[in-house]
């Protein structure tokens, strides 16, 4: 039985000056995480923002969790969490006071979770705003969004600037908002490891458009490097899969996307020894995606 989507995107567009989000299609259902990875500029912010209902696409259609996004972003909103690393709270007040001011406006309050994140994140109640780090600031906006157990958490560029220990309790808890499987998050992040251990899908964002969108494990699965010896110079196999290929005298690496095992033979088929076939983390792969864009990009502008 397939699961009802929590964000459903269909070939929305957003035109602005100098920058196009172009045809980008991104869905993921209930219960799962979608991670949203790119370079500055290639488009997270403008898909997080068609979301949030605060922006509206100039064509295609938005869904969150059934509602038509912005039309119905009112309705969207109470089953919304959103946490961003520059999220600004009242610097005069105390967490106390802004758990108590969204107790006040949503009726899915959960005070006693309330109180095992207060433990868990190591937060002071009575300590006001002005007085927090910034990880401790970022600590508070979460508390106050999953307090809400809402359906939806989106999360913007959370861990940018934490150290490694708020860095993991940030990501824990994050976690632990998943365990009852009906919550759904979209997390954007620049640090493809925070992406790589908690995401079930991954969507490649680059120049406005989406470049790859699949699940994490079939997606990593499908990387692979290659390690050759090349003696006498042979041309490499002519395969739409290359992605890229690094060589110095003798050593040749090659980067494929869809290996499968038969891929060696055809290499050794070719002259070459193949000595090594490693696997990529998601940081090689996302290196390697943006450069072969970049290098499709170039063509494209010179033809």
């Known amino acids: 039985m397939d699961l009802p989507l929590a964000v459903q995107c269909e070939g929305i567009t957003k035109r602005y000056k100098h920058f196009t989000l172009q045809n980008v299609d991104l869905s993921f259902e209930q219960g799962t995480v979608m991670g949203l990875v790119g370079p500055n500029g290639a488009g997270k912010s403008t898909i997080m923002r068609m979301v949030m209902g605060l922006i509206g696409p100039d064509s295609g259609s938005v869904k969150v969790l059934g509602h038509a996004m912005p039309k119905d972003q009112i309705a969207a909103k109470r089953h919304i969490g959103f946490v961003a690393e520059d999220m600004r709270l009242y610097e005069g007040e105390t967490i106390a006071f802004h758990m108590d001011f969204i107790r006040s406006i949503f009726d899915t309050w959960d005070g006693d979770y309330a109180k095992v994140l207060l433990r868990r994140l190591d ?70 490891l925070d992406v790589e251990q908690i995401s079930d899908y991954i969507t490649f964002i680059y120049g406005g458009r989406v470049v790859e969108s699949l699940n994490k494990e079939e997606f990593i699965d499908g990387w692979r490097r290659l390690r050759l010896v090349n003696p006498n110079n042979a041309p490499l196999p002519a395969l739409a899969n290359i992605r890229d290929v690094q060589q110095s005298g003798q050593i040749v690496t090659v980067t494929v996307t869809g290996y499968d095992d038969s891929l060696p033979a055809v290499f050794s088929q070719a002259g070459m020894t193949v000595t090594a076939v490693e696997r990529l983390t998601l940081e090689e792969i996302f290196l390697s995606i943006v450069l072969f864009a970049k290098a499709n990009a170039k063509m494209e502008l010179a033809a």
Not at 173 to 186: F, G, P, Q
């Open 123 to 192: 937060l002071n109640e009575n300590q006001k705003v002005k007085g927090l780090s910034h990880g401790q600031r970022v600590k508070a906006t979460l508390l106050l969004a999953l307090a809400r157990r809402p359906g939806l958490l989106v999360f913007d560029e959370p861990t940018t600037g934490l150290d490694p220990v708020v860095r993991r309790e940030v990501l824990d808890e994050m976690m632990n908002a998943l365990a009852d499987e009906t919550r759904s998050v979209l997390f954007s992040s620049h640090n493809t």
